[in-house]
């Protein structure tokens, strides 16, 4: 990776002896070094090379000399560093380089040899504080998703315990589909396909949070969602309805294209795998639910149509005395010798 090295200094003469000192990795592009003869002109070097990772600076210049420049840069730019090389080496200057931010003192005349491991050291110095900024970056951006409870929980020897813990549940699972909305996201812009989609998808999370039920995944323009504990396929049944309801409640979209969003829903009840699902070499797992029930769900919503919430006859045994349902035909399904019995819910 290239580093860009700004040196400062009104010497002509730095400017030939660094690049006949470091020609090699000028040549193989490892530094690529940007010259100004004071601090003014700096500053403007600075804004024009942005990407410019490290300062080399002498002090007495004209116009701007290099302990005023050490307290500009410190204004801009934390992450940059400076070193000093100059011929005033007294420990008053090298003390006041200091407190303006300065990472080293290098006193001339240069010896070029403690000036190339200096360089060496301040980049890697620049690395670690780089990669510092950017986990705090992204431990800010997942405190914006994840409750400080669950991040404390994440750290702990319990959540590594529970990574590895595989369990078969009973619960419900419901796939919703958003109809039609591959054939828009193929013409719409990306901007307006994204913000489309978020809009349903937060319509939909919330009726179904409203059940307790928790989304397992976003795939596409779907929507995984599980339902455990008492109740769970009367709370998925709900969450349905409620999610169609809001859904057809929602305006046609006024962007790039009209669309009228509907959604399909299917969904089963049964026994499940619980656990850690994916490759450990890549370091992708997803604590999710597997087997015939979730693959059941997934195929009863394919057969689906828009407004459509199906159920198997299974679920339908179990509810019938709490919601109006209708038979439909049987579907086929794969790797499924017999048909299965499918139930449209109406209300």
Known sequence: ?????????????????????????????????????????????????????????????????????????????????????SAYGDMENIRTAMNRGAFDFITKPIDFKDLEVTIEKTIAHIAILKKTMQAVKENNILRMYVDETVLNFMGSREYESSLMANETIEGTVMFIDVCGFTKISETASPDVVVKMINTYFDCMVKEILDQDGFIDKFIGDAIMAVFRGDYHLDRALDAALAVRNSINALPASDDEIEFNPKVSIGIKSG?????????????????????????????????????????????????????????????RMKNKSAPLVVYEVIE
Request: aromatic letters at 6%; glycine letters at 4%.
């Open 271 to 331: 026994e499940m795998v619980s656990g850690n699902i994916g490759s450990v070499n890549l370091k992708r797992l997803d604590y999710t639910v597997i087997g015939d029930t979730v693959n059941t769900a997934a195929r009863i919503q394919e057969a689906a149509s828009q407004n459509q919430i199906l159920i198997s006859e299974e679920c339908y045994e179990s509810i019938k005395e709490s919601f109006k349902c209708n038979r439909l035909e049987s579907i």
């Open 1 to 85: 990776m290239k580093t860009k090295i700004l040196v400062v200094d009104d010497e002509e003469d730095l400017k030939v002896l660094i690049k006949q000192r470091f020609r090699k990795k000028i040549r193989t592009e490892e530094y690529d070094f940007v010259f100004a003869e004071n601090g003014r002109y700096a500053l403007e070097q600075l804004k024009a090379h942005p990407d410019v990772n490290l300062v080399l600076s002498d002090i007495n210049m004209p116009e701007m000399d290099g302990l005023t420049l050490l307290s500009k840069l410190n204004e801009q730019n934390h992450l940059l560093k400076s070193v000093i090389v």
